[in-house]
């Protein structure tokens, strides 16, 4: 194939900024992040709660939330894991993308102070309260295919069918379900790159707060992970909570975490800036 000079020169472009957000990436260290959050710290303020959910289990939920929302998402009994999908609600085509939540920093653990990133390298959640660091961003939600392998023959209901049903719910359909992420799932890889399940790591009343960066359509679904061990199939609600936050500090963790961080930040800016400025016109 035979370039133009114009496409020779856009390519050009395009490698030089590569480069050069390359290059402050690697000069840049990433703030270290803090251990987990207390059981019994961070409450909430009463005046603060905007609504309370219980999703049993097996269930599902769908909730929007407007930019400086927060959700607690609450592991009553210790058994359960939650599975989450969330949507720009401005432009449901934009959603989370659990793969570059993963690659652009340079993580697979979720914790505290790492964001949840679109497929459009805008940051939608930000994590920042998480009491486990047991969380599974690879292996995904149970399906109906999983769970009879699980637990055999049965209606068992399973997230993938959950989260269909939760996006017609948004006025959304199948083609929008992508690959989520799942909380209170302690998944780990062992030296032959396996994955296994830590039983310890996941403890009645844990949390995790996921601040939203974005105005977003959101779907959770409280059924259990494939690779959970436990025979029966569990049963135990989740409490959903959601509350406004007060605004970020300007050395707020989760966007300054490091440079990948930073750069998703000032990609949601540049987003809200043209809408803005759009409007009033």
Same mark, same amino acid.
């Given at each position: ?35 987990p ?12 709660i ?40 401005a ?8 793969a ?37 961003a ?10 009879e392998?699980? !637990? ?26 992508n690959? /989520? ?31 939203a960066e ?8 409280? /059924?259990?992970?494939?690779l959970d ?8 609600s ?6 406004? /936050? ?11 975490a ?6 998703a ?5 540049? !987003? ?7 409007a009033?016109?």
């Open positions: 194939m035979i370039l133009t000079e114009d496409e020779k020169a856009e390519i050009a472009a395009h490698t030089n900024r590569y480069n050069e957000l390359k290059a402050a990436g690697q000069d840049q260290a990433p703030r270290a992040l803090p251990p959050t207390a059981r019994d710290g961070a409450p909430i303020a009463a005046q603060s905007i609504r309370r959910e219980i999703i049993p289990g097996g269930w599902y939920w769908t909730t929007r939330l407007e930019r400086g929302d927060t959700l607690r998402i609450i592991n009553s009994s210790g058994k359960s894991a939650v599975s989450l999908l969330a949507w720009n609600s432009d449901p085509s934009e959603r989370l993308n659990h570059d939540t993963i690659k652009v920093q340079w993580a697979a653990r979720l914790q505290k102070g790492r964001v949840l990133l679109s497929d459009m390298g805008r940051a939608l959640l930000s994590i920042t309260e998480d009491t486990s660091f047991a969380h599974d690879v292996v995904g939600g149970s399906t109906a295919a999983t769970n392998i699980r !637990y055999g023959q049965g209606n068992f209901r399973n997230t993938r069918d959950n989260f269909i049903l939760a996006a017609g719910k948004l006025g959304l359909d199948r083609r929008d379900v690959p /989520c992420v799942t909380f209170f799932a302690p998944t780990s890889i062992d030296g032959q790159g396996k994955f296994f399940w830590r039983s310890e790591k996941r403890h009645k009343g844990d949390f995790v707060d996921l601040r974005m105005d977003l359509l959101v779907a959770l679904s409280n /059924c259990p992970h494939p061990p436990a025979p029966d199939y569990a049963e135990e989740v409490k959903a909570i959601r509350y406004r /936050c007060p605004a970020p500090a300007a050395d707020d963790l989760c966007r300054t490091s440079a990948e961080s930073k750069r930040f000032e990609n949601n800016a540049a !987003y809200y800036g043209r809408a803005w400025k759009e009033a016109q």
